[in-house]
């Protein structure tokens, strides 16, 4: 009621969007191989790049798609750089986005592009030649790629230029979407009732264990209907059969942000923390097992880091000579593009590493098997 009243004027575009789409007043494209969207509704925090990660693994796994190529394709937030480009090894943040970049750096082997316009990312890396003939590919200075078999989309649920294969839909445990409210009252971006056309629902950042009767009530609450815990499936209230699965976040050992990094620091006792995340509590809940945290620096999401930054950062490591300096994956690929982190701090700066893991490795399956099953589909051209 709040979004409908006090929202109104945005309320009013998204529905009158949504209805466009429907209706086909806006066009919706269509790619030729099949394409994965990785999404939620909520503005950030949702842990789409652990996901995306995950997707990843779960493909690279498969026997079907284990020797195909694996293509990840994002906007980019905040980069410099103009239209299509080629993710590579040596890159920056700036030219490519932190999100991107980490990936490419996880996975050296998987081709992963930015490129604000879905349908065209998709048109060139499944048709690669294009390249080097199209107007709009003038910028891009990496040309040399394989023809992809299949693309996930990295945060593409809002972009409805292109129907994916897959729609999956991130929601945080915590942040449940049926008590939140749209921008700027909220953290939704978009309408609740999007949620009934995702393929697969992933809550997020759960706890280790959730019992039959708690996920039935998230799906209850996410207006699914005739549940079953055990096929993971109930049917949504536009009558599709959606995909309903739980998911925790799993913090794993500290790795060198540098290579020159002295690994004797991992076992210090206290801690300087800095990140430029959503959200860092569950971090901080982490790490405050193992250390104590004696400094925190806490920057806006996406935070480039300034030459005062590290200044910062490193008059804590004054103070406190023997501490660790610890920062998030995303916070390492952008911190990276300064030139001017001394070399004491890079000796003490480590990453620390998230990996998704599922409740049960029955849920395991069911996702494995279910997201396959959607790449089979026919594909039309865009």
């Known amino acids: 009621m709040i979004d409908r009243i006090l929202l109104f004027p945005y309320f009013l575009i998204l529905k009158l969007r949504d209805l466009f789409y429907k209706t086909g007043i806006f066009k919706v494209h269509t790619c030729e191989v099949p394409t994965i969207c990785v999404g939620n509704i909520t503005a950030g925090g949702t842990g789409k790049t652990p996901h995306t990660e995950m997707i990843l693994r779960t ?169 079953n815990t055990s096929s993971c499936k109930g049917i949504s209230k536009c009558g599709i059969t959606q995909t309903l699965i739980f998911t925790s976040i799993n913090y794993c050992r500290m790795e060198p942000v540098y290579e020159n990094a002295d690994k004797r620091y991992v076992y210090a006792k206290n801690l300087i923390l800095f990140s430029g995340i959503a959200k860092d509590k569950a971090l901080r809940q982490y790490l405050s097992g193992s250390y104590k945290i004696v400094c925190r620096f806490k920057f806006s999401d996406h935070h480039k880091y300034s030459s005062l930054d590290i200044r910062t950062i490193a008059e804590a490591t004054s103070i406190n000579p023997t501490a660790v300096v610890a920062t998030t994956e995303k916070d390492s690929q952008r911190i990276r593009d300064n030139k001017k982190v001394p070399e004491d701090l890079k000796l003490r700066m480590f990453q620390v590493p998230i990996e998704v893991s599922f409740l049960s490795d029955h849920e395991k399956d069911v996702f494995r098997t279910t997201l396959v099953s959607y790449l089979k589909a026919p594909h039309s051209e865009i």
């Open 59 to 227: 493909l690279l796994k498969d026997e079907n798609w284990a020797d195909k190529n694996i293509a990840v394709l994002s906007r980019g937030h905040k980069r410099k750089s103009k239209g299509f480009q080629q993710v590579t090894l040596d890159g920056s943040a700036a030219m490519y986005g932190d999100e991107p970049l980490q990936i490419k750096r996880k996975f050296p082997n998987i081709t992963v592009a930015v490129d604000r316009t879905r349908v065209e990312g998709c048109d060139f890396l499944s048709h690669p030649d294009k390249l080097a003939t199209s107007k709009k590919a003038r910028r891009c200075k990496n040309k040399e790629l394989p023809a992809s078999d299949v693309v996930i989309l990295d945060d593409a649920f809002q972009y409805r230029s292109l129907k994916p294969s897959v729609n999956i839909v991130l929601i945080d445990f915590y942040h449940p979407t049926y008590k939140d409210h749209l921008l700027p009252i909220g953290r939704l971006r978009d309408l609740t009732e999007r949620l009934q056309v995702a393929d697969i629902l992933i809550v997020t950042k759960c706890p280790s264990y959730l019992d039959e009767w708690e996920k039935g009530k998230w799906a209850s609450s996410l207006g699914i209907r005739s549940y």
